[in-house]
């Protein structure tokens, strides 16, 4: 099935209008992942300093929530203060973990001080001990662990990252398997698609035409032979393994007309079986009356479970009149589903920059991870770009420049 932007709602985010803001409290983590795109070279932030940037996103970004990351936040000084400053500002605190620091005694504290919810990263590739050598599948018992202790806890929701990889993509569906057996405490599911720039192959130049050294980047590599997977490639194995979802809401790219940067729907369903996904209308509705009522756009639902409601809409939208058809289809069969509660789980897709033929990176228009580095947005995944080099390369074949002459650049101890 093709992806078709024509079947699909564009997200209304922008830069100073966009549902989520992206604050980095440090660059100093327990896990090095593969592919991770910050290293470690100034450190944990002052409490004042993540206090400023939050008064930024406040002023300039219009938040429903930030996204406290890192690094590894969980290992943050101030994380309990930062997310009480946060909420006290009336805005979502949402913790980016790798989970290797949660542990209930910080799950009570957080949840004190308002944190609204966990946005978790597992997958194959991040190197735990314990864990290497193991599939997605193997690592569904990491993701079970986590989801319990945060479930024992209550009120906190939960959405799971994880970083596709060439040779993980065919695993996708053992992750969404056990997504959907876990829908009433599982809020969402998103996956990443894997990018590096190889040096091998490519050049960077500078803002100068300088060239640079690209190896001193961590997801920079000597060489990758594998095809890398795309976004509209993750969702025809989702949908291949849950023909129930369609993708609803996108965001395109920055370079080009026909990317997929950013493709998001939601299923519905009870424990028992999936019925289908909400359309477009539903998304243009939620998030249209989202800020109409709040003066935010909708990043997160706060809970999964949203009852036989959802099927109200089902005049409206005709993907959630034929998920409310499928159901009636399944009471008749099943009567003993009638008291089975009904939830929605969100899936996401997102395809890291590409970097096109004239040198520069098709990014996510209208970037919902931007963050804030020396007075400006700028977007996440290339923020060590501006701390290593001033600003974003360009990266261009060899063969396409002759005998480029190194720019002089300060070492920085790489962790």
Not at 290 to 318: C, E, M
Not at 352 to 374: H, I, K, L, R
Request: some cysteine.
């Amino acid at each position: 099935m093709t992806v078709d932007k024509r079947a699909m709602y564009r997200l209304p985010w922008s830069m100073n209008d966009n549902a989520i803001a992206w604050l980095e409290v440090s660059d100093i983590c327990n896990l090095a992942c593969e592919g991770c795109y910050r290293q470690r070279i100034s450190g944990h932030k002052t409490l004042e300093e993540v206090k400023e940037e939050v008064l930024f996103y406040k002023r300039w970004r219009n938040p429903d929530n930030i996204s406290i990351a890192g690094g590894e936040p969980l290992i943050y000084p101030h994380i309990i203060d930062l997310v009480a400053f946060i909420k006290e500002q009336k805005i979502k605190p949402v913790v980016l973990t790798n989970a290797l620091a949660l542990n209930p005694e910080i799950l009570k504290e957080l949840k004190k001080a308002g944190l609204s919810g966990f946005t978790i990263h597992i997958d194959s590739h991040q190197g735990r001990p314990q864990w290497r050598g193991k599939t997605e599948k193997e690592h569904n018992e990491l993701r079970q662990h986590c989801t319990d202790m945060i479930a024992r806890e209550k009120g906190l929701y939960v959405v799971f990252n994880a970083t596709v990889y060439p040779s993980s993509y065919h695993e996708i569906p053992d992750i969404l398997k056990w997504g959907h057996a876990n829908i009433d405490k599982v809020q969402g599911l998103v996956f990443i698609t894997y990018r590096t720039a190889t040096t091998d192959t490519a050049v960077a130049l500078d803002n100068t035409k300088q060239a640079v050294d690209l190896s001193r980047l961590s997801y920079a590599t000597e060489h990758f032979d594998e095809k890398f997977v795309t976004g509209p490639e993750v969702v025809q194995i989702i949908q291949d393994h849950c023909p129930e979802f369609e993708a609803s809401a996108y965001l395109g790219g920055t370079q080009r007309h026909d990317s997929f940067k950013w493709t998001a729907g939601a299923v519905i369903g009870t424990k028992n079986k999936i019925f289908g996904s909400v359309g477009k209308r539903t998304m243009e509705l939620a998030q249209v009356a989202h800020h109409l009522f709040t003066g935010t756009y909708l990043a997160y639902l706060s809970q999964a479970k949203i009852g036989r409601s959802v099927f109200s809409l089902a005049p409206l939208d005709k993907t959630v009149g034929k998920a409310y058809t499928s159901y009636l289809s399944d009471m008749v069969r099943h009567p003993n589903h009638l008291f089975d509660n009904v939830y929605v789980q969100s899936i996401g897709i997102i395809q890291a920059p590409d970097v096109q033929p004239n040198g520069q990176a098709d990014m996510c228009d209208s970037c919902p991870d931007m963050t804030y580095f020396d007075g400006k947005l700028i977007n996440s995944c290339r923020m060590d770009e501006y701390r290593l080099f001033g600003g974003f390369l360009t990266v261009v074949d060899k063969d396409k420049i002759s005998a480029p002459q190194p720019a002089i650049t300060p070492e920085i101890s790489r962790n």
